[in-house]
Nanobody, 118 residues
Framework: QVQLVESGGGLVQAGGSLRLSCVAS????????MGWYRQAPGKQRELVGV?????RITYADFVKGRFTISRDKNTLFLQMNSLKPEDTGVYYC??????????????WGQGTLVTVSS
C-alpha cells in the first residue's frame, strides 16, 4: 500500500519560514506528479504547486516567489518564506503514480497544519 507522510508544519510568526516534507513509500513503480495543496479554515482545498516527473514546476499565483517546491527521489519539499497569516491552513501532499501492478493511481497524505500568527 502506498502512503504519503507529511511533516514540518507548525506555528510561525508572519514573515517567518517553514519547510514541509512529504515522503512517499510503498509499491511505487513510477511517480508522475507530486504536489502540495492547502486548505484554510472554511475554504476549499487549493493547489499550491506541483512538480512533474520531468521536473517542470507549476505554482499557484498566490505563491509569488515566496514558496519553492523541490523533490529528491520519493520525497517532496515545500520551502515557504515570507509567510503571511493567510497562509494558515492544512497542507496536503498528493501524488499521481503507477504502482507495481501497473495501475494509475493517486494518493493523498494526511496533512500537516501550518499556522502563521500576525
Amino acid at each position: 500500500q502506498v502512503q504519503l507522510v507529511e511533516s514540518g508544519g507548525g506555528l510561525v510568526q508572519a514573515g517567518g519560514s517553514l519547510r514541509l516534507s512529504c515522503v512517499a513509500s510503498g509499491s511505487i513503480a513510477t511517480i508522475y506528479t507530486m504536489g502540495w495543496y492547502r486548505q484554510a479554515p472554511g475554504k476549499q482545498r487549493e493547489l499550491v504547486g506541483v512538480i512533474t516527473s520531468s521536473g517542470r514546476i507549476t505554482y499557484a499565483d498566490f505563491v509569488k516567489g515566496r514558496f519553492t517546491i523541490s523533490r529528491d527521489k520519493n520525497t517532496l519539499f515545500l520551502q515557504m518564506n515570507s509567510l503571511k497569516p493567510e497562509d494558515t491552513g492544512v497542507y496536503y501532499c498528493r501524488m499521481e503514480y503507477k504502482d507495481t501492478a501497473s495501475r494509475y493511481l493517486e494518493v493523498w497524505g494526511q496533512g500537516t497544519l501550518v499556522t502563521v500568527s500576525s
